[in-house]
């Protein structure tokens, strides 16, 4: 699906390392993560090319292991984001309207009486996009 969207690489992370996937393709000069472990965040900076940043938009409060050796390694960047304010919203929309790109809601559907279930799920980043609670059934 990653490809279909437009995905130049695709880097399947149950079959490889990601940081040395990144590497090997040069480096990423971005990237956002996503994932609610703090394992899995601290081993993105290694994928970062030569003053890279690496933005955190997601975490479980894990604390996360990252070295001073991690940062000599070049002029690397390390910060948090919430989103979801309301100046990034209108923000995104704008982008939406100026590029003619859209976003797709996409999700994984529980009963109001499974919520438990997908919130283990989405802390486990088992969840294929998000995890979305109907409470209308």
């Given at each position: 699906m990653a490809r279909q969207l437009?995905?130049?690489?695709y880097i399947d992370t149950e079959k490889e390392e990601t940081a040395q996937a990144l590497y090997a393709l040069g480096g990423a000069e971005v990237i956002l993560a996503t994932s609610p472990t703090a394992k899995a965040i601290s081993s993105l900076i290694h994928g970062l090319a030569s003053d890279g940043e690496l933005i955190i938009i997601a975490g479980s409060g894990e604390q996360l292991e990252l070295s001073a050796m991690d940062f000599l390694k070049g002029a690397n960047?390390?910060?948090g984001s919430f989103t979801g304010q309301a100046k990034e919203i209108q923000q995104a929309i704008n982008c939406s309207v100026?590029?003619?790109v859209w976003p797709m809601s996409l999700s994984e559907n529980f009963p109001l009486e499974h919520a438990s279930e997908a919130?283990?799920?989405m802390m486990k980043a088992s969840t294929r996009f998000r995890a979305a609670l109907n409470i209308s059934d």
């Open positions: 437009g995905a130049h690489h960047t390390v910060r100026l590029t003619n919130y283990g799920k």
